[in-house]
C-alpha cells in the first residue's frame, strides 16, 4: 500500500515545545531507546512513514464458513452484515487503530452496501435487546468499562477563522504532499499543545488545560494526595503517563485531525469521549458536562459553524 511521510502541522506558538515531544513519543521504539540523542530522534521521524490519505484503503473479506446450527443471524452472511455495522458505527463515531488521541485512524466505508449496514443494525439491536450480562460480567462490579449511556461524539463543521489554514508550522516533512486537500494532522495540537485563535485567548493551551480549568477547585475526596478537582478530571478523561503501570491511566476523549468529506469543501472534526460513573460520582462531571466542556473548547481554537451528526445511543442500538 502507499505510504506517507509521517509529520504534523502545528501553530507557531505551540511549534518549539511540540518538536522535541512528538519525536520522542514516534521515534524511541520503547522504553529501551528512550535515552537516544534528540538529532538520531529526529533522523528516525523525518524517515518514517505513515498510511493516511484516499490511498490507505483496506479490504475485508468474509472467509468460507459452514452455516452454523444455532440460526440463520449466527452464519457467515449475518456476521458479514453485524461486521459491515460496527465499522460503520467506528466511522462514524470514533476511530481505528493504534494511537487515535493524535488523530489518526479516521475512516469511511466508501463502497458498503448500505442494505447491508442496515441488516447489521437490525441483527445487532435485537441481539443487545436479549442480552442479560452474567454475574461475572455484571458492570456494577467494573464501573470503569465501556458503556454506549457513559459515550459521547458529534462531528462539527469549521469555519474560514481555522488556524491551521494557510501554512503552519510543519513537524516532519510532507514532500510536498498536498495535505490540505484531504486532511491536516492537528489532533495532538488541540490534545495537549494549542493556543486559542485570537489575543483575548492567548492563554488557552489544550484541551485537557481547559477541561481542569473549567473543574478547578478541591474535590471532596482527594485521596490525601492534595489534588485539585480540576487536576483529577484532566487525568481521568485525557489520561496519566509515566511512573509505574499500574498508575497510568488511558486517555477517554479522542479528537480527530481536521479532515474534509470532499476535496474543496469545508473542514470537519470529530470528538468523542466515554465518562465513567465515578467521574460523575467523584468529580461531578456528567457525559453531558463533558460533552458541552469541549465544545466550548473547540469554539474557541475555531469557528464552529455546524453541527455535521450528534451521537445518540437510541439510534445505535434501537432502544
Known amino acids: 500500500m502507499d505510504t506517507k511521510p509521517l509529520f504534523f502541522a502545528s501553530t507557531p506558538e505551540s511549534h518549539a515545545a511540540a518538536r522535541g515531544w512528538l519525536q520522542r ?19 528516525r ?17 468474509c472467509a468460507e464458513a459452514t452455516r452454523s446450527s444455532l440460526g440463520e443471524e449466527y452464519g ?17 463515531w ?12 479516521q475512516v469511511t466505508l466508501p463502497d458498503v452496501d448500505r442494505g447491508l449496514v442496515e441488516k447489521g443494525w437490525s441483527l445487532t439491536k435485537n441481539a443487545t435487546a436479549r442480552y442479560q450480562p452474567s454475574r461475572q460480567e455484571d458492570f456494577s462490579r467494573n464501573a470503569e468499562r465501556f458503556r454506549l449511556d457513559r459515550f459521547f461524539a458529534a462531528e462539527y463543521e469549521i469555519g474560514a477563522r481555522n488556524p491551521y489554514l494557510g501554512w503552519p508550522h510543519l513537524i516532519g516533512d510532507c514532500k510536498s504532499f498536498d495535505y490540505r486537500a484531504h486532511f491536516i494532522p492537528c ?3 488541540l490534545r495537549y499543545k494549542s493556543r486559542g485563535r485570537n489575543g483575548a485567548n492567548a492563554n488557552l493551551k489544550s484541551m485537557r488545560q481547559w477541561f481542569r480549568d473549567k ?6 475526596d482527594t485521596r490525601g494526595l492534595g489534588e485539585s478537582r480540576g487536576a483529577r478530571v484532566a487525568e481521568a478523561l485525557f489520561g496519566k503517563s509515566g511512573g509505574e503501570s499500574d498508575d497510568r491511566v488511558a486517555g477517554r476523549i479522542g479528537v480527530s485531525h481536521l479532515f474534509r468529506r470532499e476535496a474543496g469543501g469545508p473542514y470537519h472534526l470529530k470528538v468523542w469521549g466515554h465518562v465513567p460513573p465515578a467521574v460523575t460520582a467523584g468529580l461531578g462531571v456528567s457525559v453531558e458536562d463533558a460533552a458541552a466542556t469541549a465544545l466550548e473548547f473547540l469554539n474557541e481554537v475555531f469557528e464552529i459553524t455546524r453541527v455535521v451528526a450528534e451521537f445518540k445511543k437510541e439510534e445505535v442500538l434501537g432502544h
Open 187 to 189: 489532533a495532538f495540537d
Open 45 to 61: 521521524f523525518w524517515s518514517m512513514n505513515v498510511l493516511w490519505g484516499p490511498s490507505a484503503r483496506l479490504s475485508i473479506v
Open 215 to 220: 473543574y478547578e477547585g478541591k474535590a471532596a
Open 94 to 105: 470514533g476511530a481505528l487503530g493504534a494511537k487515535p488521541q493524535f488523530g489518526f485512524g
Open 76 to 92: 457467515p452472511e449475518a456476521i458479514l452484515a453485524q461486521a459491515a455495522y460496527v465499522l460503520d458505527v467506528i466511522c462514524r
Open 25 to 43: 513519543v514516534f521515534a524511541s521504539g520503547g522504553q529501551d531507546e528512550i535515552k537516544l540523542k534528540p538529532k538520531e530522534l529526529e533522523e
